[in-house]
């Protein structure tokens, strides 16, 4: 394979051609945080965490590093403002649905502490669990449902029953990969938004309404 070369934050790095720009700024010393880039499972582009600034001819933009190969002659910034801005805004509204996310990455990212109501955690939607479980465990027992903000994990119940018990307490199952742990409360919730009469949503708490303005204000000032 090739090498490309790249500049992260000023210093020139060289990695192979497919390297994606999240791994080439580790390498490079940079810290990107994460948060449904899980090693060992494909990227999904879900949380949008690891967003890092591109610049290539004068013009900039706003990436998922964690999905973006590299490309020979970019610049990539990965603290720049704009990429502050869009952190804070990202985890402002994870914060909204999950209140134990990590506060040292609140408090670095200037998250402000007032706007959202403290509640329990809610599904964040990264697919961890979606992934794991057919990425990993080869058994497709979850999925995705529904559209915007409708969208859920859902949790097939014939398959479910046949291999979640041989599953649910070991080492591999999808529980111990939640980040919110939120999987585990919302199990066999009926779905409402999946047609699919053998569908049955775990996590349905994606909903937070009581938070739903300043979600608002937080994507108005991103
Ligand atoms: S517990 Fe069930 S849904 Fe979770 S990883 Fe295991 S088989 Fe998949
Ligand atoms: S249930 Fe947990 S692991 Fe699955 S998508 Fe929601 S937050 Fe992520
Ligand atoms: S870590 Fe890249 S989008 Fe979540």
Excluded at 17 to 35: F, N, W
Excluded at 104 to 121: C, Q, S, T
């Amino acid at each position: 394979m090739s090498d490309i070369t790249l500049k992260i934050n000023g210093t020139e790095v060289t990695v192979e051609a497919g390297t994606m720009v999240l791994d080439a700024a580790r390498k490079a010393g940079a810290e990107i945080p994460t948060l449904c880039n899980l090693e060992g499972l494909e990227p999904f582009g879900a949380c949008r965490l690891c967003v890092v600034e591109i610049v290539r001819g004068g013009r900039s933009r706003i990436v998922a590093s964690c999905l973006y190969p590299v490309e020979n002659g970019i610049d990539v910034l990965t603290e720049s403002e704009k990429v502050v801005r869009y952190r804070r805004t990202i985890l402002e509204l994870l914060k909204a649905r999950w209140p134990l996310i990590d506060k040292k990455l609140l408090e670095k990212y200037g998250v402000p502490a007032d706007r959202m109501v403290p509640r329990d955690n809610f599904c964040i939607m990264c697919g961890i669990c979606v992934r794991h479980c057919s990425e990993r465990r080869k058994e497709n027992v979850l999925g995705f449902v529904g559209r915007g903000i409708e969208r859920q994990v859902v949790s097939y119940t014939v398959r479910a029953k046949k291999v979640c018990p041989e599953c649910f307490d070991k080492e591999l199952s999808c529980l111990r990969f939640c980040p919110t742990g939120v999987i585990v409360n919302d199990c066999a919730t009926v779905c409402p938004a999946s047609r699919d009469e053998e569908a049955f949503a775990k996590p349905v708490r994606v909903r937070d309404d009581d938070n739903a303005a300043a979600v608002k204000k937080s994507l108005g000032d991103a």
